[in-house]
């Protein structure tokens, strides 16, 4: 009997290969058991490595085994209901560990548990979603270069080798070096001829025109097929590109109305879309606010951990972002996103203030805005202003989210990356 052994070298992680292999050929069950982890993890642990389940049913694999063969009709002893031709249905399942009922009979098997990295888990987690309309580009202060082809050199690495470039000035080099010898062997093959056909072939004249022929012949043969110079290699040069510069401000209502519960799916929000931006791009601006009465802008532990909290104005928020839009954010250069979360409670008087800020000052300069309205049982007067910014401008987008459950699905509806 033969053995197989995989003797390729993979450090201290000996299955990593095995894992790789899984993962590809079960990409979308992995994707679906990631967001439902990730839905019931501490906002703590929502970016790190862990274990995710797959039901043992979707990794299950057809196998082939031998059957009785030929064409067989039988009735088993001690039936009572059938003859033969009859048929039946195939007898449900038993067991499977689902936990439902006692049973003194069936077998199954758990879901198929496994580990995947902090790197894999975010590659699934975010896997099809992208900031819309990143058009503005310009050469950033810190440039960013992809190498271009540029020609061609005589020096270079042997992987960068051009064979085809280095066939052609081979041949080049040998059809010019061999030109003059090749027209002076065709004449001095003539002239023998015609001395054999004139004095025969031992003559003196017809013997130094053959040892002629073989010098000519020996120099043919001694040029090079392929001397140094004929080498070429790829040239390629660093060109600076032009980089999409974007800004997402990030709009967190922090007043007395947003309880603990409120506070956590606006966190755990905020969470996911911080990951998410610091995931897929490298060069990308956080602005992030809290308000109450007053807005602030803060660093990320203040965002994320601070108790402050107090009444409820939501404009002030947004005159903060269009201050900082103004001050810093040039709209002809910048490419700039909003994310705002409230439980919509807002100051009456406030709202229509609101509206009007998005309308006619916020949504003319931002590629995109997201409102989010978290654990309101029925909209509120912030989400019912917001309906006329909805119907105005296409860019901007409404949501609401109840449960933990929901932040995810919502998550990647807002920015669901648009088929080109």
């Known amino acids: 009997m033969s053995a197989i052994l995989d003797r390729r070298e993979n450090g201290k992680n000996k299955s990593a290969i095995n894992q790789q292999r899984f993962i590809r050929r079960y990409r979308e069950q992995i994707k679906r058991a990631v967001a439902k982890a990730v839905a019931g993890r501490k906002i703590t642990d929502v970016d790190s ?16 085994h031998h059957g009785q063969g030929g064409r067989r009709e039988m009735v088993h002893p ?3 209901e059938f003859v ?8 449900p399942p038993q067991g ?6 006692a049973s003194d009979s069936g077998e199954g ?8 990295s902090r790197e894999e888990f975010l590659k699934f987690f975010f ?3 992208a900031l819309p309309d990143l058009v503005k580009r310009r050469l950033a202060q810190i440039p960013e270069f992809r190498k271009v082809r540029a020609g061609y050199s005589i020096d270079g690495t042997p992987s960068n080798l051009s064979v085809i470039r280095t066939m052609r000035s081979s041949i080049g080099r040998r059809i010019a070096l061999s030109a003059p010898y090749r027209k002076r ?10 001395a054999v056909a004139e004095a025969g072939g031992e003559s003196e004249k017809a013997q130094s025109l053959l040892r002629e022929m073989t010098r000519l012949r020996m120099r043919l043969e001694g040029i090079p097929y392929i001397e140094k110079l004929d080498l070429r290699y790829a040239n390629r040069i660093l060109q600076p590109r032009p980089q999409a510069q974007a800004v997402m401000f990030c709009l967190m209502d922090v007043s007395g109305s947003m309880d603990q519960s409120r506070k956590d799916l606006a966190k755990r929000f905020f969470m996911l879309l911080y990951l998410f931006l610091r995931h897929h791009y490298e060069r990308i601006d956080l602005v992030l606010i809290r308000h109450h009465t007053t807005a602030k802008e803060v660093d990320e532990d203040d965002f994320f951990y601070a108790r402050e909290s107090g009444g409820t104005v939501v404009s002030s928020a947004l005159k903060l972002m269009l201050e900082v839009i103004h001050d810093r954010y040039p709209v002809s250069e910048w490419n700039i996103y909003g994310a705002q979360v409230s439980d919509g409670d807002n100051w009456d008087g406030d709202s229509p203030i609101c509206r009007e800020l998005l309308h006619d000052s916020i949504m003319p300069l931002v590629q995109y805005f997201a409102y989010v309205e978290v654990a309101s049982v029925e909209p509120q007067n912030l989400w019912n202003e917001y309906l006329a910014v909805k119907e105005a401008y296409p860019n901007f987008a409404m949501q609401r989210i109840m449960e933990a459950a929901e932040i995810y699905p919502v998550l990647h509806d807002l920015f669901r990356k648009k088929a080109t």
């Not at 033969?84 to 007898?91: H, I």
């Open 49 to 64: 490595s862990g274990q995710v389940s797959i039901p043992v049913k979707d990794i299950s694999e057809p196998m082939f």
């Open 78 to 80: 001690g039936n009572r």
């Open 84 to 91: 033969v031709g009859d048929n039946f249905e195939r007898p």
């Open 96 to 101: 499977g560990g689902n936990g439902s009922r």
């Open 109 to 116: 098997e758990d879901d198929f548990v496994f580990t995947l």
């Open 127 to 129: 896997e099809d979603m």
């Open 185 to 194: 062997l065709r004449e001095v093959e003539e002239a023998y001829l015609a």
